[in-house]
């Protein structure tokens, strides 16, 4: 999940596994509830953490998946989620999840080339 830094850990994987079962419970009991998700990661975090350079001095993505990656602006979330809020019984039930786009790593890769770097690569 996009909140932490250690996305795609034993700990990241523990707390949706955590929020699974909250959920599950909350069903069991038939109680009213809203759940927001945020995409897996954060466009901020892709310069930072995801764009690395190796000994020679090339850039390359430190996290290679085939499968599309969800994400999201931080910027992004607050315009989602303060109607939410300020509206909870028209959210009731529901299961809302916010992400900006759902793109492999290559395309995003494409998309910080043409940004920031000259050479990216998996």
Known sequence: M??????GTLESHANILMVKLVER???EINRSYTSIWLA????ENFMSH??????????FMALAMKEPLSAVSVNGIGPVVVPIFNNPD????MKIGIAGDKMTMDEYVAIIKTLKYNQVSL
């Open 90 to 93: 028209c959210y009731v039930g």
């Open 25 to 27: 419970y909350l069903d």
């Open 2 to 7: 996009g909140w932490s830094r250690r996305s």
């Open 50 to 59: 995801l764009v690395q350079k190796d000994e020679n001095g090339e850039f």
């Open 40 to 43: 897996f990661y954060y466009y």
